[in-house]
């Protein structure tokens, strides 16, 4: 969870070329959310995984192609 408010995050160095940063939204029940955004028309890219510490993540793309993640 956000120490703060305001953007919080790090930043990596890319995997692949053309790789472009992936804004991440904050959820109560991730689980309830992935299935809400698949309702709404997204497309889930990379399923629930686990991440130590902050808890886990989903990665999707919305109905117009842009990719962001749950958290």
Do not use: T
Request: proline share 11%; charged share 20%.
């Amino acid at each position: 969870m956000p120490r703060s408010f305001g953007v919080n995050g790090g930043m990596y160095k890319r995997m692949k070329p053309g790789q472009s940063p992936i804004n991440s939204i904050s959820v109560e029940d991730i689980d309830v959310y992935a299935s809400r955004l698949v309702e709404a028309g997204g497309q889930v890219i990379v399923p629930r995984m686990p991440v130590p510490g902050p808890g886990c993540m989903v990665h999707f793309k919305d109905p117009e192609d842009i990719v962001l993640a749950l958290w």
